[in-house]
């Protein structure tokens, strides 16, 4: 079991940017493909983000490329998103992921934080 717990989420105003930082402990941290989802109110948990476990490979959904960056620490076992140009359809609980799996649409993962909320506002 992998220990997850996000901080750095806030409110922000359009064209902003927030920077979401994930510790893990428990579970081999550096083996693990390591990522982010969001749920925006009343719709369902999409994908936003993963790296590899070496951190040489990533994928974001088509919403947050060119804006979103997605980075980790495996020495600190930390993995953290970037945020620039932020929109109000950003709006959403961000959650950090362990062990994310799945494909293009079908991504998933076994280890789950708490969630950090974050507003932008127009």
């Known amino acids: 079991q992998v220990h997850l717990v996000e901080s750095g989420g806030g409110a922000v105003q359009a064209g902003g940017s927030l920077r979401l930082s994930c510790a893990a402990s428990?579970?081999?941290?550096?083996?693990?493909?390591m990522g982010w989802f969001r749920q925006a109110q009343g719709k369902e948990r999409e994908f936003v983000a993963h790296?590899?476990?070496?951190?040489?490979?990533?994928n974001y959904a088509d919403s947050v490329k060119g804006r979103f960056t997605i980075s980790r620490d495996n020495a600190k076992n930390t993995v953290s998103l970037q945020m620039n140009s932020l929109k109000p359809e950003d709006t959403a609980v961000y959650y950090c992921?362990?062990?994310?799996?799945?494909?293009?649409?079908?991504?998933?993962?076994?280890?789950w934080g708490q969630g950090t909320q974050v507003t932008v506002s127009s």
């Open positions: 992921a362990g062990r994310v799996h799945g494909s293009i649409g079908k991504y998933d993962a076994r280890d």
């Open positions: 428990g579970g081999t941290f550096s083996s693990y493909t």
């Open positions: 790296i590899t476990w070496s951190g040489t490979s990533t």
